[in-house]
């Protein structure tokens, strides 16, 4: 008798700790390229189940900000699920120098696994192995001793990659040569039976069969420049950035099916997968805690094209709230209201398009490298009799030689010296920073606290510029992103679900904080580079 009291006891405070302590599923969303004022940009044209729910019903941070630069896809996911930045997940820029291999090397390039779910050779040639610390992601596999499963969905493959972290089960990205969902060996030698039906559909062809109109009649969207302006960037085959876009005619000159990612149907094609993978794979369905984590990044490859001001824009956004209220219904019926987790947030922001801003007679430029690298050649050659110690300029950051410097009777640091005073008279330059100041000093605020929590030295440059605002190097139509400025830095964060009490808070938080609040929330530990720290949410005991 006694032994079956215990017992009973015992499962009592299993189902109890089972139960109560965490939530089934935890779905991280990031949006790519999301400004902050999006959220109330387009309010009143919102539908009452997309984000006004989550907003609504759940917990808002409305000044939430990036601490460091480049501003950029890979930092941006690797920052929200590592809790740290990239001077400590080496995740400094999407592309950077790689001094061992003397040329570029990509953020989740990894030679030594192949593609799984397509004949395309290079799309599959991926890992999150230069991620150099764990993701929350990372941590709740371990902390579940691997019972947890974490899946990472997104077009663009590192999108997928790094926040799922390194121990995820899978990772998918899609492949617009094959128009498949793919994977790569790092994770499975097979794509599971789901996800080859899924890709059976063959659906972005569906999708772009559909063509590209505005949801609502075109003269309802007063928050945006008239359809037809100088900022936007047509796609090639059409001579204007007008609506309708007839998206099957235009496929072959760009670039086949890869064209839905610039197109709103990009991200409901994301929604798809996320939500044949909770079905697929049983996620949220017993009570170990799983993870679902989903980038959305047509709003990036839109806001490249056409701008934060563009009909084109709008259109995505109001799209992309039809697309997050079918996911909440859906999770709703799937896991259970109460049952999961959201949060929210960006992995940069996106400028406005200068050449706008300079017609308006407002700040804003745009930075041209030839001539300053011309300049760092000569500027070498005379000084230091040296012709071969420029390697490249990439994200800002000029890269030197180091060995062939060291090996000369001039330190590194006078060499990077001579070049930051000598380039910061070029226009547009705000400020210029070098590898030898970052390494000596440590800056609590600021710009340079901002360049250096981007800046690893392995990876980063020499001699590190920032621009001036709203300057960048792109072309004249379209917009980019990068920059350590508000238009940049300040993203949306929303909690939403599990015992997250409704509120909002205009407390600084920063982009490193969101995996730390994860982690408090789940009772796992920090990811184990991490430099931020839990948001006090508001929630139910
Ligand atoms: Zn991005
Ligand atoms: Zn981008």
């Avoid at 939430?64 to 995740?91: C, D, E, K, S, W």
């Avoid at 989903?294 to 697309?323: C, K, N």
Wanted: hydrophobic content about 35%; overall charge neutral.
């Amino acid at each position: 008798m006694k032994k079956l009291l215990l017992l009973a006891v015992l499962l009592l405070n299993i189902a109890a700790y089972a139960q109560n302590e965490r939530p089934k599923l935890v779905v991280g969303i990031v949006v790519d390229q999301m400004r902050f004022d999006y959220l109330y940009k387009y309010w009143n044209r919102y539908g009452n189940e997309g984000l006004k729910r989550m907003i609504n019903e759940g917990y808002q941070c409305k000044n939430l900000q990036f601490n460091y630069v480049p501003t950029y896809t890979a930092p941006g996911h690797a920052a929200i699920y590592t809790g740290t930045t990239p001077a400590r997940n080496g995740m400094i820029a999407n592309d950077w120098y790689d001094r061992k291999k003397g040329g570029m090397m990509y953020c989740t390039e990894d030679p030594s696994v192949a593609t799984v779910g397509a004949a395309t050779v290079k799309v599959g040639k991926m890992s999150p192995r230069n991620m150099l610390s764990t993701a929350v992601s990372d941590e709740l596999r371990i902390a579940t001793n691997k019972k947890g499963k974490v899946i990472g969905v997104s077009l663009k493959d590192r999108g997928a990659i790094l926040p799922a972290g390194h121990l995820a089960n899978a990772a998918y990205w899609f492949d617009g040569e094959s128009g498949n969902w793919v994977s790569s060996t790092f994770y499975m030698n097979e794509l599971p039976k789901w996800l080859q039906d899924f890709n059976a559909k063959q659906s972005a062809l569906t999708y772009l069969k559909k063509g590209w109109n505005t949801l609502y009649p075109i003269e309802s969207y007063t928050a945006s420049l008239p359809d037809k302006n100088n900022y936007e960037t047509p796609f090639k085959g059409k001579a204007e950035a007008v609506f309708p876009y007839l998206l099957d005619s235009l496929m072959a000159k760009n670039g086949g099916q890869n064209l839905i990612k610039a197109t709103p149907y990009g991200n409901t094609f994301t929604k798809d997968i996320a939500l044949a993978a909770i079905d697929g794979e049983s996620l949220g369905k017993d009570e170990i805690t799983d993870m679902l984590c989903v980038s959305f990044s047509s709003t990036d490859f839109v806001g490249h094209q056409f701008g934060p001001d563009a009909i084109e824009m709008e259109d995505t956004y109001l799209r992309f709230d039809q697309d997050i209220a079918d996911f909440l219904k859906q999770l709703d019926a799937k896991v259970g209201k109460g049952e999961y987790l959201i949060f929210l947030s960006a992995d940069h922001g996106g400028a406005t398009v200068p050449a706008y801003l300079m017609d308006e007679r407002a700040p804003g430029g745009y930075m041209d490298y030839k001539p300053m690298e011309d300049s760092i050649k000569s500027a070498l050659k005379n000084k230091f009799d040296a012709t071969d110690w420029y390697l490249d300029i990439q994200n800002d950051q000029i890269y030197l030689d180091e060995s062939k410097i060291r090996a000369s009777k001039h330190t590194l640091e006078t060499v990077e010296e001579y070049l930051a005073e000598k380039l910061i008279a070029f226009d547009g330059v705000h400020s210029i920073t070098t590898a030898s100041r970052l390494n000596k000093n440590e800056y609590s605020k600021g710009t340079l606290h901002l360049v250096q929590q981007g800046f690893y030295g392995k990876r980063s440059g020499n001699v590190i510029i920032t621009l001036e605002p709203n300057w960048m190097e792109y072309s004249k139509t379209g917009t980019t992103h990068g920059s350590p400025y508000s238009y940049d830095t300040r993203v949306p964060m929303l909690w939403y679900g599990w015992k997250i009490q409704k509120g909002e808070t205009a407390l600084p938080y920063f982009i490193n904080d969101i995996a730390p609040t994860v982690s408090w929330l789940l009772n796992i530990p920090f990811p184990n580079a991490t430099s931020g720290n839990p948001i006090p949410l508001p929630i139910n005991k």
